[in-house]
């Protein structure tokens, strides 16, 4: 693999991608667990729940303020790597961008008056009020820069004459045909990994028989909404498919390894491929691919073979597909299994195994966020514009790359240990029983 100005563009721009969608995942979805904490703490007047809310909106604001760098960074990086992309489509959806960081203030504004007025309000319920729009500003940050993402998969609202961009309508560009898919999966799959982060780091301590009531409630708090959030992100995934399956067939067919155009299609997962593209060590699954893609056996799915080979995505996208896929089933059983076994009450939710189950989910969630980017990104090579401009023709001619690609690798590493350093910091050797005393003696609002 030559490192060319091209591939230093897409190797930063990628790790800068990896890198931040931790932090964006987690600044869409933790919101949403605090709100639900506190709502439950105040209705059922239980300091447990109150507590939860406070110490994960204390931690996030470590995690907003990391989540801040790298966005900055993939904006100066959009503009640097890949200056003859954003001549044309800086111009057509320029507004969402804008949008993105005005939702962004509209959150952060809100999250400092909701940190600094804790026992603040005689009535409770005023200080819950704030949770609303921190919710809605990280939600509709997420919505406006993921309508950018679906508008380099279907870019319309513009027009291209004699090399000019013209004719830009900024809402066409933003409510384009992959608008309202992306940005029902990118949500539901940002509430469900946050939810069974928590989960995981709840399930661990437990399992290091640390676990007290405040725990047990906070991994059934967590579990609940994880199967929830699962169950709407599996929803998301399937009218991705068939969105993939109408609007852009050579993705879908990529990952799925799906040669020639045909009815009862199989579902094909793991396995391997040769240069000849002969699969084996496969499971297949028959006729599923059909069905997934238009709810029928009989649906028609276009082949790879439909489309030149130089516009192909590469074919190991296939194994991004299934780990996602795949980490998304384990999600749902898991998530589905303990609500279960809390609801019947001669299983016991917290067995050893099941706890490790869940420790596992977490990082496994954040993983098949990873996966599905890549997938994302990688499945509608070689464009960067579906149709119109590819990567290539994108890239920056700069003979620099390499060096800005060392200094913002080291960039991240720096934040990334620091991020961990403090976190553990702020609750090492601060118990939630300490602070549920100090805060709430003797257990009482």
């Given amino acids: ?77 959009l503009s640097l790597l890949w200056p003859s992309f954003m001549q044309v489509a800086g111009q057509v959806i320029a507004l969402p961008l804008f949008m993105e960081t005005f939702a962004f203030f509209f959150e952060a504004i809100f999250l400092g008056i909701y940190l600094y007025t804790w026992d603040r309000f005689k009535n409770r319920w005023l200080h819950w009020l704030l949770n609303i729009p921190i919710v809605i500003g990280a939600s509709l940050s997420a919505f406006f820069i993921t309508t950018v993402n679906a508008f380099m998969n279907t870019p319309q609202g513009f027009d291209i004459i004699d090399g000019e961009t013209v004719n830009i309508s900024p809402l066409a560009a933003m409510f384009n045909p992959a608008t309202p898919t992306k940005v029902f999966h990118v949500i539901t799959s940002s509430y469900m990994t946050s939810a069974l982060i928590l ?10 028989k640390k676990g007290t009531d ?20 599996a929803l998301a995934g399937d009218l991705s498919a068939k969105f993939l399956a109408k609007e852009q067939p050579e993705k ?13 299609a199989d579902l094909i997962l793991f396995g391997t491929i040769d240069e000849n593209n002969e699969i084996s060590n496969e499971i297949r699954i028959p006729g599923m691919l059909s069905f997934l893609a238009g709810n029928s056996f009989d649906t028609e799915v276009i082949g790879l073979n439909e489309f030149p080979e130089e516009e192909r995505p590469p074919l190991w996208v296939h194994y991004m597909f299934d780990m996602m896929v795949g980490i998304g089933m384990y999600s749902l059983f898991i998530a589905g299994l303990f609500v279960m076994f809390m609801f019947i009450k001669r299983f016991n939710e917290l067995n050893k195994l099941l706890l490790m189950g869940i420790v596992a989910s977490g990082p496994l969630a954040m993983l098949a966020i990873e996966f599905g980017w890549i997938y994302a990104e990688v499945g509608r090579q070689p464009w960067i514009l579906r149709g119109i401009m590819t990567v290539d023709e994108a890239a920056t001619t700069s003979g620099s790359v390499g060096i800005a690609f060392g200094l913002f690798l080291a ?18 050797n601060r118990p939630p029983e300490a602070e549920l005393e100090k805060r709430f003696p003797g257990g009482s609002l």
């Fill in 214 to 233: 405040y725990h047990k409630k906070a991994l059934r708090l967590t579990m609940t909404a994880a199967l929830i959030f699962s169950a709407g992100t």
């Fill in 411 to 428: 960039l991240y590493a720096v934040l990334g240990f620091f991020c961990v350093k403090v976190l553990l910091r702020m609750f090492k």
């Fill in 1 to 77: 693999m030559e490192l060319d100005g091209v591939m230093l563009s897409r190797l930063l721009t990628a790790s800068t991608l990896i890198f931040h969608v931790i932090f964006a995942t987690i600044g869409v979805g933790i919101p949403v667990m605090i709100a639900i904490a506190e709502f439950i703490g105040l209705k059922k007047n239980d300091p447990h729940y109150l507590l939860l809310a406070r110490r994960w909106a204390r931690g996030f604001t470590i995690t907003v303020a990391v989540g801040v760098v790298t966005g900055t960074a993939i904006g100066l990086q």
């Fill in 199 to 208: 989960a995981a780091i709840t399930a661990f301590i437990i399992l290091a």
């Fill in 252 to 264: 879908l067919a990529a990952a799925e390894w799906h040669f020639e155009t045909e009815s009862n």
